[in-house]
């Protein structure tokens, strides 16, 4: 189930598209008091804005 997105709902762009490129983004949250976040996780898609065809995706836990 999605709960939210931290960043709208396309994201945001990134600036480089440069194989081997590492990005780096900071993004905060207050999580609401209902959720367990022992049962969340965040998870990043980087997909083509005008194809839409997913590039690469990681989901990490959200340690307390």
Sequence with gaps: ???GSMNGTYGS???STNSG???TST???TLN???DAS???VIAIIADATT????Q???LEIEE
């Excluded at 839409?52 to 590039?55: H, L, M, N, P, V």
């Design 1 to 3: 189930v999605l709960r």
């Design 13 to 15: 762009a990134i600036s």
């Design 21 to 23: 490129d590492k990005i």
């Design 27 to 29: 993004f905060t949250s």
């Design 33 to 35: 008091s209902s959720w």
């Design 39 to 41: 049962h969340m996780s």
């Design 52 to 55: 839409k065809e997913i590039i």
């Design 57 to 59: 995706v990681e989901q």
